[in-house]
């Protein structure tokens, strides 16, 4: 258990976004593990130990990055730990990062859960990390996701082929975004 409790970096309206704490890394391992999860992740199932992802994961807490950050979701309703979301790729000249989400519990799989995280996530990123562009990955076959996506506001820019996979790139301009997902109406359109 730990002595402290965990920092919450922002809220939604079904979820809050928190610290990460060592009392996740249960959740988290299981997430890795299941091939279904990892399917969306374009990822091969985790096989390392428990230990071994306890070390790392005890390292990542100890000493976080300002490039890459992940935090857990949370429903606020029961304050059950649902899934993480991150950060990543984080460049502050073209004030930009990538977006990466998980709702690892599947009770919360198409609930409006994703959107709401999402949505919450972009809120924090251009308030207070101050981006002007999140982008993302998503696999071509993942409707689901880019229906989320989509009502958080992103929209799709490009097809990738990385690794065997095929993806679609989305992003979001800050410029174009607003909580509701819908573009600003001061948004001048895009060619």
């Keep these: 258990m730990t002595s402290t409790t965990p920092k919450v970096i922002t809220t939604g309206t079904l979820i809050r976004l928190r610290e990460k704490h060592i009392d996740d890394a249960p959740r988290d391992y299981e997430w890795r593990k299941d091939p279904e999860l990892a399917e969306y992740d374009a990822a091969r199932p985790m096989t390392m130990p428990y230990r071994n992802f306890l070390a790392t994961m005890t390292d990542d807490l100890s000493y976080p990055s300002s490039y890459r950050r992940t935090f857990a979701i949370e429903d606020i309703a029961t304050a059950r730990h649902i899934g993480n ?56 076959w993942n409707y689901r996701a880019q229906t989320a996506f989509g009502r958080a506001g992103f929209r799709r820019t490009r097809h990738v082929r990385r690794d065997g996979y095929d993806f679609e790139q989305m992003e979001c301009l800050r410029a174009s975004w607003s909580p509701d997902g819908e573009p600003a109406e001061d948004a001048s359109p895009q060619g």
């Design 85 to 140: 979301v991150m950060y990543y790729g984080y460049d502050p000249m073209l004030q930009e990062a990538e977006l990466g989400i998980t709702i690892g519990d599947r009770e919360y799989w198409s609930r409006g859960f994703g959107t709401d995280t999402v949505r919450t996530m972009l809120q924090y990123l251009f308030d207070d990390r101050g981006l002007r562009r999140v982008y993302l990955h998503t696999l071509s």
